[in-house]
């Protein structure tokens, strides 16, 4: 009987302890993920319904030093006023363009093209009939410009290949005041979509001589943002930061009168929508008429649509307001008004 | 010279260290800073995140995900059906490169629909995973056990007990028809060979792509040929020649075992994350389909005298290994453990085929008559994998 050859064993036994290390490597990496358990937490609801399940929200807060959407719901631009010899008054903006990185949900960073650091941009605002100047500045990394809707000359666009500001250069923009309503700028450089997806939109604001009945203004622009460059959105939202108005509900008093700056300013989604819970307002197309185009509790935009709501809410009490196309309130575009009762708050 | 002599083995140890000692140099100087730079772009991190395995609990969806990329990823936000959802991520948001974490949803799925999830990370990227059909995934519990053991003793112990059956029937064939059915097994083993590289080349498809699936099944593949070998022919070296059939039908025996093994693993974990309904109709193509690998058992002992107890030993070893793999494929993470027993299944068959037709020169082994018993073989079990499209 031959003996067993030993000559091939160190072989056979280096080869099994390969196999067997691998094994047992991939064994421990592939069970570390199953070994943390959490406990989950409960919510106790009505009749010791557990809430947990039903939270459709998303989790943690952003950093509001950056970027402040309760900031953008009220302030505009400052600007400075010159008389003109003719009497008009000339009202100067500067306004320059920069790339910012911003927290579009908590956790969530997107490298944003902004004019002056925020997205939106800001609030443009003056009386009808001023003659504007905005000095534009091009501090970001690539050819931009403002496109301002409303009545301008030819070389006032900012849509033309021509009229590209470059990087580091600085373009004066002039017009009139004209006509009274909610308007918009945006860049016009190319590609369009993405420049405007980027955050470079803000809302041009033209009131009427008379002024407005008294009211507590509000701006609101809806957005959104495809962070993974798929074009689609991901995340839908009121002033950018996806939730935020949940998380911060906006303080109004018992029927007073609530103006808000609607616009939409949403790239790859044909419409958008704005809804009030428990209340109805007059809805003014582009802000141009004086009379209401609707009594109604919902508003559908299209791109770079926009109008004015005017509201008042009579119960207290914490109200949502949302898109009623429900996927983009599911994805961040939802929001809570509390509304303080009328003898508190006075 | 003396010296040199004596220190041989420092020496030697030096020499060996030597690259190693320069390799830590070399990481060390990369790291530090310095050539780094040359190979800094302003590409963002690349960032791949894998789910390995949903569980579904009452009013609760678990993800266990790894990093399978090559830098640090940040779980941002979780999205449910297009809809961004409350959810806690242990033990960390942030995975460093094969980290593994889990991700805790209560939400409220409902049992038979799909549901998509979408892990949005702190760039903005997007990592979607989908639950084909939610069901609530078995605890390891007495009647879950039982309930695998059912399903590994259909799909593999009674298909193989039941092929084996067919023994009487072939030993009563004479020479020429034990010698085709010699090759119609080949046939069948051939397409088991075929069968489990393409499945898993398809389970590797679905694996994080740092764990070089294909290299994982080709690892258990010419590992098993390579062990088996050596084993036979130290037996054949210790016996002076392999006895008869016996070896060969322990041997086949053995590789289909590890294939069931293997097949019982993808069962297992597919039928627990709701991929794999294993309806009558599927347990039946089973049945028929693994019927055939209990003939390819017996073939090789039509000459010998083999005793009861030995045919229920083959049958046990070829057909129980499916009972385990279903244990451990719905009980813990298995796609890797799938893979390898895929892969050392097709070396141990591709082993028993190489013996099979080495038994006889080339000119015999090719015979026409052999040749087209193998095809009818593959046929035979091409035929009856229509069965089990699912698997």
Not at chain 1, 47 to 63: A, F, H, K, Q, T
Not at chain 1, 160 to 186: K, N, S, W
Not at chain 2, 338 to 351: D, N, T, Y
Request: hydrophobic residues 45%; proline residues 7%; aromatic residues 10%.
């Amino acid at each position: 009987m031959p003996k067993l050859d030993l000559s091939r064993l160190p072989f056979f036994l280096s080869f099994l302890s390969v196999l067997f290390g691998g094994i047992f490597l991939l064994t421990a990496t592939f069970l570390a993920g199953s070994v943390s358990a959490i406990v989950p937490h409960t919510l106790p609801g009505l009749n010791g319904l557990d809430l947990s399940p039903y939270r459709m929200d998303m989790v943690g807060d952003v950093d509001s030093s950056r970027l402040n959407p309760d900031k953008y719901l009220t302030d505009t631009l400052p600007s400075s006023r010159r008389v003109l010899p003719d009497g008009r008054t000339l009202r100067i903006f500067e306004v320059y363009a920069v790339n910012k990185e911003i927290e579009i949900a908590p956790g969530v960073f997107f490298p944003a093209w902004t004019y002056n650091g925020q997205v939106p941009g800001p609030t443009l605002r003056a009386t009808e009939g001023e003659r504007i100047r905005v000095i534009f500045k091009n501090l970001g990394d690539r050819p931009h410009s403002m496109h301002f809707h409303g009545f301008h000359s030819a070389d006032m666009d900012g849509s033309h290949l021509h009229q590209l500001v470059p990087p580091q250069g600085t373009f004066i923009y002039e017009f009139d005041a004209d006509p009274v309503g909610l308007h918009l700028y945006h860049c016009h450089a190319t590609p369009l979509t993405q420049h405007i997806h980027n955050g470079l939109y803000g809302l041009w604001i033209v009131d009427p001589q008379e002024g407005r009945p008294p009211a507590r203004e509000l701006y609101m622009v809806m957005n959104g943002f495809d962070p993974n460059f798929d074009e689609e959105n991901e995340i839908y939202a009121v002033n950018t930061v996806a939730f935020h108005y949940n998380r911060h509900p906006i303080l109004v008093k018992q029927n007073e009168l609530v103006r808000i700056y609607l616009a939409n300013l949403l790239e790859f989604d044909q419409i958008n929508s704005f809804h009030i819970h428990a209340t109805f307002f007059d809805y003014y197309p582009t802000g141009t008429q004086k009379k209401p185009r609707d009594f109604t509790d919902t508003v559908i935009q299209g791109q770079a649509e926009r109008g004015i709501v005017e509201v008042r809410f009579p119960y207290p009490g914490d109200f949502m307001f949302h898109a009623h196309k429900t996927e983009f309130a599911e994805r961040g575009w939802m929001g809570h008004f509390r509304v303080l009762p009328e003898k508190a708050s006075k | 010279m003396d010296k040199e002599k004596n220190s041989s083995l420092t020496t030697q140890l030096f020499f060996a260290l030597i690259p190693l000692i320069l390799l830590a140099g070399v990481i060390y100087v990369l790291l530090s800073g310095g050539p780094t730079k040359i190979f800094q772009t302003d590409i963002p991190p690349i960032e791949k995140l894998h789910v390995l395995r949903h569980t579904l609990e009452k009013d609760t969806i678990l993800l266990d995900c790894i990093n399978s990329g090559p830098d640090a990823v940040t779980i941002a936000q979780v999205m449910v059906r297009g809809a961004f959802w409350y959810h806690e991520i242990s033990p960390k948001r942030t995975l460093n490169p094969l980290e593994t974490a889990r991700v805790l949803i209560p939400y409220p799925w409902n049992p038979g629909e799909p549901v998509g999830i979408v892990l949005l990370t702190s760039t903005g990227l997007t990592f979607d995973y989908e639950i084909e059909v939610a069901s609530l995934t078995p605890k390891p519990s007495m009647v879950a056990f039982g309930r695998f053991a059912m399903i590994g003793v259909y799909v593999g112990l009674i298909p193989v007990a039941l092929g084996i059956c067919w023994f009487p029937f072939l030993r009563r064939l004479g020479k020429r028809g034990v010698g085709f059915f010699l090759y119609l097994t080949v046939g069948l083993l051939a397409f088991l060979v075929f069968d489990a590289v393409t499945e898993g080349l398809k389970i590797a498809e679905n694996m994080p792509s740092n764990f070089h699936g294909p290299a994982l099944l080709a690892l258990g593949l010419a590992g098993a040929y390579l062990v088996l070998i050596g084993i036979e022919t130290r037996i054949q070296e210790k016996r002076g020649g392999l006895k008869g059939g016996i070896l060969l039908a322990w041997l086949i025996a053995l590789g289909i075992g590890l294939h069931n093994l293997g097949e019982g693993l993808a069962i297992g974990s597919a039928y627990v994350i709701g991929e794999l309904t294993l309806g009558a109709m599927l347990v039946i193509g089973f049945t028929i389909h693994n019927a055939t690998e209990g003939i390819a058992i017996v073939v090789p002992l039509l000459k010998e005298q083999p005793k009861l107890p030995s045919l229920i030993g083959l049958g046990l070893l070829a057909g129980g290994p499916t009972i385990l793999g279903c244990w451990i494929g719905a009980f813990t993470y298995s796609q890797a453990w799938s893979l390898l027993f895929l892969g050392i299944g097709a070396g141990a068959i591709l082993q028993v085929i190489f013996i099979i037709m080495g038994r006889q020169t080339l000119s015999e082994t090719l015979s026409l008559i052999n040749i087209f018993a193998m095809i009818v073989g593959y046929f035979v079990m091409y035929g009856t994998s229509l069965l089990v499209g699912a698997s």
